[in-house]
């Protein structure tokens, strides 16, 4: 997804039960934003997530600011 500029902007969470830092490593290097491991809190999903809305708000304001001079 990451690879493809039609979806590369779109926030990709790995919830796994993979919890080795090898597994870890592999899913951060190949695109994934936030690597979780079950069992995981649902508070920490949802501001995982509220972050990660808010740092793409961020960045499209700022790419807009950038475009209109």
Do not use: C
């Not at 990709?12 to 979780?36: E, P, W």
């Amino acid at each position: 997804m990451k690879n493809d500029q039609r979806t590369s902007h779109v926030p990709i969470i790995l919830l796994t039960a993979k919890a080795d830092a090898t597994s870890k490593v592999t899913g951060l290097k190949r695109g994934a934003d936030v690597f979780i491991t079950k069992p995981f809190e649902m508070e920490e999903l949802l501001a995982q997530m509220e972050m990660l809305l808010e740092r793409q708000k961020r960045m499209a304001h700022w790419f807009y600011e950038d475009t209109q001079g």
